[in-house]
């Protein structure tokens, strides 16, 4: 389906049949969410159905790139090296991408009758998850967390859990997990935290959360010294009558 008078973008507009040669769209929203990683490359998807003619792209008020038709292209800083444009699609894609990459981009050309723009959210790669348990009242409290060095959009990180004890059902979107003490504790659940893009995963047992019970080897110590007492007691009876005849 082709029309000059509107272009099709995915998560930005809701076009209708077409009817004389012309698209009905409804905007959806001001700028199509897009996710990068740190040192990982993303691609804007201008999904043009038409040629185009001249491009400019441009990050908040900055250039990124310019291409006029007939003319080379032009590459500003930071991003010479980093980039490459598709001249027919005007897809954009950024290579070795930074936190500082991080703004609302912009897709302008005379061949569209709107301009187009992406929100770029670049995450750290994720750490592990760290996993601290307590004992309270007959229950292990799991608490899985980000380590707090992490600050990359910390927001918009989720958590979820395998636990493959029945009760666990309870909580399995959150970040603390409660386990029944009377559950087979020597099962092993997993903690996953994600975001839009990555994920990672740190696995406990629980029986490591429940301190070890001392108290029957502290009543096996304490009897074998009074049985040894009794045993000396007997015998010195014994052989003092033994004298005695």
């Given at each position: 389906?082709?029309?000059?008078?509107?272009?099709?973008?995915?998560?930005?507009?809701?076009?209708?049949?077409?009817?004389?040669?012309?698209?009905?769209?409804?905007?959806?929203?001001?700028?199509?969410?897009?996710f990068g990683v740190v040192n990982k490359s993303v691609t804007f998807l201008t999904a043009s159905s038409t040629p185009i003619k001249d491009i400019l792209w441009k990050k908040g008020?900055?250039?990124?790139?310019?291409?006029?038709?007939?003319?080379?292209?032009?590459?500003?800083?930071?991003?010479?090296?980093?980039?490459?444009?598709?001249?027919?699609?005007?897809?954009?894609?950024?290579?070795?991408?930074?936190?500082?990459?991080?703004?609302?981009?912009?897709?302008?050309?005379?061949?569209?009758?709107?301009?187009?723009?992406?929100?770029?959210?670049?995450?750290?790669?994720?750490?592990?998850?760290?996993?601290?348990?307590?004992?309270?009242?007959?229950?292990?409290?799991?608490?899985?967390?980000?380590?707090?060095?992490?600050?990359?959009?910390?927001?918009?990180?989720?958590?979820?859990?395998?636990?493959?004890?029945?009760?666990?059902?309870?909580?399995?979107?959150?970040?603390?997990?409660?386990?029944?003490?009377?559950?087979?504790?020597?099962?092993?659940?997993?903690?996953?935290?994600?975001?839009?893009?990555?994920?990672?995963?740190?696995?406990?047992?629980?029986?490591?959360?429940?301190?070890?019970?001392?108290?029957?080897?502290?009543?096996?110590?304490?009897?074998?010294?009074?049985?040894?007492?009794?045993?000396?007691?007997?015998?010195?009876?014994?052989?003092?009558?033994?004298?005695?005849?």
């Amino acid at each position: 389906m082709e029309s000059s008078k509107c272009l099709l973008q995915l998560g930005r507009q809701r076009c209708g049949e077409a009817k004389n040669d012309v698209i009905s769209c409804e905007q959806l929203s001001s700028a199509q969410s897009v996710f990068g990683v740190v040192n990982k490359s993303v691609t804007f998807l201008t999904a043009s159905s038409t040629p185009i003619k001249d491009i400019l792209w441009k990050k908040g008020k900055d250039k990124v790139v310019e291409k006029e038709e007939n003319l080379d292209e032009s590459v500003y800083p930071p991003f010479r090296e980093r980039i490459l444009l598709n001249i027919v699609t005007g897809d954009l894609t950024i290579f070795n991408l930074s936190s500082s990459d991080e703004d609302e981009y912009e897709f302008e050309s005379t061949s569209i009758k709107d301009s187009i723009k992406f929100s770029l959210t670049v995450f750290e790669p994720l750490p592990s998850p760290t996993l601290n348990c307590t004992l309270i009242n007959e229950t292990v409290i799991v608490q899985c967390g980000i380590p707090e060095v992490y600050s990359s959009h910390r927001d918009l990180i989720t958590y979820s859990w395998y636990c493959p004890l029945a009760g666990c059902e309870d909580g399995l979107e959150s970040s603390i997990l409660h386990v029944k003490k009377e559950n087979d504790l020597s099962q092993e659940i997993q903690c996953t935290i994600s975001n839009a893009l990555l994920n990672s995963t740190s696995s406990l047992v629980l029986r490591t959360c429940v301190p070890a019970d001392h108290s029957r080897h502290r009543y096996v110590l304490l009897a074998v010294p009074l049985l040894v007492i009794v045993l000396i007691v007997v015998f010195l009876g014994a052989f003092q009558r033994w004298r005695a005849e």
